[in-house]
Nanobody, 123 residues
Framework: QLQLVESGGGLVEPGGSLKLSCAAS????????IGWFRQAPGKGREEISC????????KYADSVEGRFTITRDNAKNTVYLQMDSLMPEDTGIYFC????????????????WGQGTQVTVSS
């Protein structure tokens, strides 16, 4: 069974940091583009970061550029999202998604979704 499991969410004050993890089981991430998507309250799911296939280049939404960093650890079959300088508008449920040999992360191309992890930025 192909599965992604996110972890690392929580409550943090503005300006704080969190590191999210997306661990894969049942398949290897080597042949997938991996994206992080955010769903804010009352809004749709938006792409915020991606590691593309096959060159592993990274991409960020304008809203998180310079504050978030996406990395992958092939040995652990895990992708991470380091989130710094968090703002209240970063609040939402964060999902990771895997796309087979995708050259870019597109929400409609995700074949495997995680269950999501809640991030709340509030004082």
């Amino acid at each position: 069974q192909l599965q992604l499991v996110e972890s690392g969410g929580g409550l943090v004050e503005p300006g704080g940091s969190l590191k999210l993890s997306c661990a894969a089981s049942g398949f290897t991430l080597d042949n997938y583009a991996i994206g992080w998507f955010r769903q804010a309250p009352g809004k749709g799911r938006e792409e915020i970061s991606c590691i593309n296939y096959p060159d592993r280049t990274t991409k960020y939404a304008d809203s998180v550029e310079g504050r978030f960093t996406i990395t992958r650890d092939n040995a652990k079959n895990t992708v991470y999202l380091q989130m710094d300088s968090l703002m209240p508008e970063d609040t939402g449920i964060y999902f990771c998604g895997a796309m087979w040999k995708a050259l870019a992360c597109v929400k409609t191309s995700v074949e495997v979704w995680g269950q999501g992890t809640q991030v709340t930025v509030s004082s």
